[in-house]
């Protein structure tokens, strides 16, 4: 491929050590780690700061520097890494269902990848702030699959992929892609309308599961999610307790600069205001 790829450091990052053969073994191992790794956050966009999706830039990031990223940078740098572990790769753009109802958010503004291996296609997510997966999905319509203490479901509607995830009785949506392989300059181009949005809105998410157990940041508000239990809820209420959560509970080595914390401060200032789904 055109940009090098240091997969040392990406396994030394993630902790994985085993075969490198394009199996849907090594697929599985590689997708267990990297989320637990590397967590979901989205602070440079929050910050107006670019969101570079080069590889030198994602693995300086995200490798070398104990930061997270956001969608596109899990999902562009895992499709890196597996590309050249020779995987067969495609990436994907998504819609948001989770709270936003049945007809989704207004703006395409998720990534995730589609992996083919030896006849069948997986789906894989490493970015998602929203039940953070942690191995693959096969992608076969309306057929249940267990991933820790979470059922999915994938369908195929119309011309669409639809995630849902069970939450009691119910069925809850997550996100719904197209099955058409998006190029990078396409990907480059949703990430610019995104990181605007972040921006714009003050929206600060950040995600990370660690065992049995998976931490989400939506504003101020920390949910803390274990099986067969009601989600634990905390809030931050200044930016000290933003940079507490971030850096003890997320594991992010915080950025440096005058425009962190008046970052953090928009987020304290939106989040009354701001309707939150659970």
Known sequence: MSQKVNL???????????????TLATLETIHGL??????????????????QLDQASLEQKMLHKGRGGYCFEHNTLLMNELRELDYSVRGHAARMLWGHGEG???????MVLVVDISGSSYLCDVGCSVFTLTAPLKLRDGVEQQVGDNLFRLSKVDDLWRLDVKLGEDWR????FEPVEQSEGDIAAINSLVEKEYYSRALLFAARVDKEVQYALSGNRLSIYRAGQDPERRYAEDVAGLRTMLADVFRITLPTGEDFEPALQRVLTAAPARATVD
Not at 104 to 110: D, L
């Open 8 to 22: 040392n450091a990406y396994f030394e990052r993630i902790g994985f050590a085993g075969s490198i053969a394009p």
């Open 34 to 51: 990297h989320p637990v790794a590397i967590p979901f956050e989205n602070l440079d966009p929050l910050m107006g700061r670019p969101v």
């Open 173 to 176: 949506g997550i996100y719904q």
């Open 104 to 110: 989704g958010a207004s703006m395409i503004s998720h």
